[in-house]
């Protein structure tokens, strides 16, 4: 029985889906402060005799602005290193997976890293008109255009925005529409089929995750034989496999135990430890490879 079969059994016993969990979106809307100059992508071309099809100048109407690069990279955090991380795909690069057991923590970190955005981006609006009027323009030269950025009012107003939208997963009976019989029981066997499917998929994505993960750590915890150098070992790879084991638990809404044991086995080799003693204590280093190892082989078949 393959990984997708072993799911599937489970969740003929498990909750329904949408009492166990629900939909979440983060969405952003942010300026990027770049323009393609139609200008001097012509002069450009020309110069060079070089083909317009193949030739764009684009410009970075703020330059280097500290602030700006402070909020991007904030919001590609939040993006990747909570977001992401702490939720399962869904819908096809749209709304993605929580569990409700997951999600009074989830929710509290993706505020707090919302307001963190929003006073960000005020920073950034108080060094705006000077980076416009003075930075952008010495550094764009005969470049610069004025009418090509937004006035500080509309930034103010329409500039930013951060937020979360949630929604449920609806039952396969939930049809709120008025169908003849015979169309109601096929679409309601379309949406137990289609959240069957996204189920299926968004826990083999987090046995994938987790595949991955376990690699790359226990690729980090190896000694040279010759040199007895062991490699170097990042914190961020620990605790990133600290929290794939959190949602072993969190997210096994279809109470697959495999899933639950695989969690127990995590927690036993590194729910006690951390990188500093791995780093100080040849032993514990070893004897973490070998249960990550260990762990690793017992995987579910990935057919990777």
């Given at each position: 029985m393959n990984m997708v079969q072993q799911i599937s059994k489970a969740a003929q016993d498990a909750p329904s889906i949408s009492s166990s969990a629900l939909l979440v979106s983060f969405k952003v809307t942010l300026p990027t402060f770049r323009r393609k100059d139609k200008?001097?992508?012509?002069?450009?071309?020309?110069?060079?005799?070089?083909?317009?099809k193949v030739v764009n100048v684009t410009k970075a109407l703020l330059g280097e602005c500290e602030e700006y690069r402070l909020l991007n990279t904030h919001v590609g955090d939040t993006r990747n290193n909570s977001y992401?991380?702490?939720?399962?795909?869904?819908?096809?690069?749209?709304?993605?997976?929580?569990?409700?057991?997951?999600?009074?923590?989830?929710?509290?970190?993706?505020?707090?890293?919302?307001?963190?955005?929003?006073?960000?981006?005020?920073?950034f609006l108080n060094v705006y008109e000077y980076q416009r009027d003075v930075l952008a323009k010495q550094s764009l030269g005969a470049l610069w255009n004025p009418e090509e950025y937004p006035t500080l009012s509309y930034l103010q107003d329409n500039g930013f925005k951060m937020w979360l939208d949630y929604d449920i997963i609806p039952d396969a009976g939930d049809i709120r529409v008025d169908l003849p019989a015979q169309a109601l029981e096929y679409v309601t066997s379309q949406v137990q089929q289609g959240n069957d499917a996204r189920l299926n998929a968004a826990m083999s994505d987090l046995w994938y995750q987790l595949h991955d993960q376990l690699?790359?750590?226990?690729?980090?915890l190896h000694v040279d034989d010759t040199t007895g150098k062991g490699n170097r070992v990042y914190d961020?790879?620990?605790?990133?496999?600290?929290a794939l084991t959190d949602m072993l638990h969190s997210c096994n809404v279809t109470n697959d135990p495999q899933m639950d044991a695989m969690r127990r086995k995590l927690s036993a080799a590194i729910g006690s430890v951390s990188t500093d003693a791995i780093k100080n204590s040849p032993t514990l280093r070893e004897n973490t490879r070998n249960k990550l190892t260990e762990a690793l082989n017992s995987l579910p078949s990935l057919n990777m």
């Open positions: 200008k001097a992508t012509k002069e450009v071309t020309h110069n060079n005799g070089a083909d317009r992401y991380a702490r939720t399962l795909p869904w819908h096809d690069k749209g709304a993605r997976f929580l569990t409700t057991v997951a999600h009074f923590d989830f929710h509290e970190d993706m505020t707090d890293r919302i307001n963190t955005g929003y006073e960000l981006w005020d920073k690699n790359v750590f226990i690729k980090s961020t790879v620990f605790e990133r496999l600290l």
